[in-house]
């Protein structure tokens, strides 16, 4: 008798469970309508001052790991170097090719989405605008990019952007 007692309202629990589950389920999902479920505004990309053009003095050099592009240089313009409100590490790049041409890029990262926006580049000595500036994803022809974001400028374990005196303490002394 005592084995009935055990055995039925077990089953019950087990027959029940999933429709309740099912129930439950359904109450949050609310049938692909979102009116349980509150985002925060959307992410809106603060205003852009394209700084004055890298002076060598201000130059930071740092490493690209790219066997293809092994003799060139990097450098990172700490003038340039920010992060505004939006959580949009800023800064200037100049890299000299092996034949002694430099390139010269101002771009924008973001961290926790992992894409830049190439805002200006360098022609004579000059920041030109880069009219057809996007958001991009960071990919694998994007080296500097990538090194910068891997560690030197965002937090391996947050995605968020580090301050520009680690940024800068990451270069210099690679910790």
Same mark, same amino acid.
Request: glycine share 6%; hydrophobic share 40%; proline share 4%.
């Given at each position: ?32 309508? #979102?009116?349980?479920?509150?985002? *925060? ?58 034949? &002694? ?6 771009? *924008? ?7 830049? =926006?190439?805002?200006?580049? *360098?022609?004579? &000595? ?13 990919? *694998? ?9 891997? &560690? ?19 270069? =210099?002394? #690679?910790?």
């Amino acid at each position: 008798m005592q084995m009935k007692q055990t055995i039925i309202p077990t089953l019950l629990i087990f027959i029940c469970l999933p429709i309740t589950a099912y129930a439950a389920g359904e109450w949050w999902d609310n049938s692909g309508k #979102n009116e349980w479920f509150e985002e *925060g505004e959307a992410w809106k990309e603060a205003e852009v001052t394209i700084p004055p053009y890298p002076q060598q003095e201000n130059l930071l050099e740092f490493t690209v790991d790219n066997p293809a592009t092994q003799h060139h240089q990097y450098f990172l313009d700490t003038r340039s170097l920010s992060i505004a409100d939006d959580y949009v590490v800023r800064y200037s790049v100049a890299i000299q090719t092996r034949s &002694g041409a430099t390139n010269v890029f101002y771009d *924008g990262l973001r961290c926790t989405v992992r894409e830049y =926006k190439n805002y200006a580049f *360098g022609v004579n &000595g000059e920041f030109m605008l880069n009219e057809s500036a996007t958001w991009k994803a960071i990919k *694998g022809g994007d080296f500097f990019r990538k090194a910068l974001l891997k &560690g030197m400028v965002c937090d391996r374990i947050t995605d968020s952007p580090k301050s520009v005196a680690e940024i800068i303490d990451q270069i =210099k002394y #690679n910790r």
